[in-house]
């Protein structure tokens, strides 16, 4: 509900400033961390755990990690099966803590890394934050603690805008949104099917709908 969601949140804010080791002082970073972290919490209520978008934050063209939430966690964690309970709020970061990532290399498949690391250092020489980073990537491959990949768009921005991106001390953000897996999305067939079903229910009444869908609806008119 909102009461846990806004906890793991707070939670969430604490560990973030913990890992930085934020002073007081250094409101701004903060409060574009917060801010960002506001608003993927809110789109995290209107999806499932399974399913919740997570955050990385990490420091220079190094990129090096110094924040990583429990959904981002989640998605580099191994597949658990149909029957098994999901991860709960902790469980990856303390199940898996000699696996966890330092730097984003540490999250790419090794046959994407050559390429990634010459796509930094490119953007590194020219000293600008490239125009196709300002549309979502699609299908991403993130390699997973066990070795497979996983699936995800992810949205990549410069955190604080007002450092040059090749500053040791600018902040890149990361948010990896999983696809879900298209075995449990509806076809759009079932779609409207549902919807006619809605509709004829409030037009009809719930009992004719059922009677006809089970069959048992009255024969046409014959012809006179």
């Not at 917060?34 to 990129?63: F, P, Y």
């Not at 869908?213 to 046409?220: F, M, R, T």
């Amino acid at each position: 509900g909102m009461d846990r969601g806004h906890t793991e949140f707070q939670m969430l804010s604490w560990r973030v400033r913990r890992l930085f080791g934020l002073s007081h002082q250094d409101t701004q970073l903060q409060d574009l961390i917060n801010s960002l972290e506001a608003s993927v919490s809110q789109i995290n209520h209107m999806r499932d755990r399974a399913n919740a978008v997570g955050i990385i934050i990490c420091k220079g063209l190094s990129l090096q990690i110094h924040c990583i939430d429990d959904s981002a966690l989640n998605i580099l964690a191994p597949e658990r099966g149909e029957d098994s309970d999901e991860y709960s709020v902790g469980e990856v970061r303390e199940l898996f803590a000699d696996k966890l990532p330092t730097k984003v290399t540490d999250m790419i498949p090794m046959g994407h890394r050559h390429d990634h690391t010459r796509y930094v250092q490119r953007v590194e020489s020219n000293g600008t934050f490239p125009s196709s980073l300002m549309h979502p990537l699609r299908s991403v491959e993130v390699l997973r603690f066990d070795g497979n990949v996983s699936l995800c768009n992810i949205s990549i921005g410069v955190l604080t805008k007002e450092r040059s991106i090749v500053d040791s001390d600018c902040y890149f953000y990361a948010m990896l949104c999983p696809i879900e897996k298209t075995s449990k999305a509806q076809s759009e067939e079932e779609k409207v099917s549902e919807a006619w079903l809605k509709v004829a229910s409030m037009m009809y009444g719930r009992n004719v709908v059922d009677s006809v869908v089970a069959g048992k609806g009255p024969p046409p008119p014959e012809d006179e």
